[in-house]
């Protein structure tokens, strides 16, 4: 009787064994405890934003215009362990950067030594420029020597740039682009264009208040 309740305990825990085996098997295979978005989206389903995707800002040229220099002093106050912005500053572990709106990439401050990708970049730190390089140093130049990782900010941006013109001038800011026209003032103008429409009830009153010829010589005869 022994013997025959340990064989069957010692096939009913082997059996579970193994289940537990090919499931943990079966999940690291597939990786079913680890739901992932597919590589190709089947259709686009209304109100699901592609991964990655980003909803688009203002246009630097408005944040610019609307932007705030002593803001962007603030900010700029973490760069001032690595440059100088003042006129005649010195070089530091990054270049003087006095002036720099417009100037030519990696070749404004005389006697620093810039990085090979930077000085061969190419170009003007024209405000698009700025606002690239601002955003990810490595991304706008890749063997840069500048370890900041970048303003993420738009805003932020758009305000240290004021700052760096308010710094030695700079080309004119951009102009803002045009707002569009709402849709509804556009319906406005339609009907305006198509004028007031006829409205048929007076006339007709008229019609049907006036006598009838015909009518009113059988009223005559008959009287």
């Known amino acids: ?64 215009a609307s932007g705030d220099a002593a803001k962007g002093q603030a900010i700029f106050a973490k760069c001032t362990a690595c440059h100088s912005i003042e006129q005649g500053g010195a070089n530091g572990i990054g270049p003087n950067l006095y002036a720099i709106v417009g100037k030519p990439i990696g070749k404004h401050a005389a006697g620093f030594a810039y990085s090979g990708d930077l000085a061969g970049h190419g170009g003007d730190w024209s405000y698009e420029n700025l606002d690239a390089w601002l955003k990810g140093p490595k991304a706008f130049a890749a063997g840069t020597k500048m370890t900041f990782a970048g303003l993420g900010s738009a805003e932020d941006r758009a305000n240290v740039i004021l700052y760096l ?6 080309p004119p800011l951009p102009p803002p682009p045009a707002a569009e026209p709402a849709a509804d003032a556009a319906a406005a103008a339609g009907d305006a264009a198509a004028g007031p429409a006829t409205e048929p009830g007076a006339d007709a009153a008229g019609a049907a208040a006036a006598p009838q010829p015909a009518a009113a010589a059988n009223a005559a005869t008959a009287n």
């Open 165 to 170: 013109m308010q710094n030695g001038g700079g």
């Open 1 to 64: 009787m022994n013997d025959n309740f340990n064989t069957i305990a010692g096939w009913t825990l082997f059996a579970g064994i193994v289940a537990l085996g090919a499931s943990i098997g079966s999940g690291l295979y597939f990786q079913a405890d680890k739901p992932h978005r597919p590589h190709e989206m089947g259709f686009p389903i209304e109100g699901v934003a592609e991964e990655g995707a980003a909803a688009e800002g203002p246009a630097l040229a408005t944040l610019l």
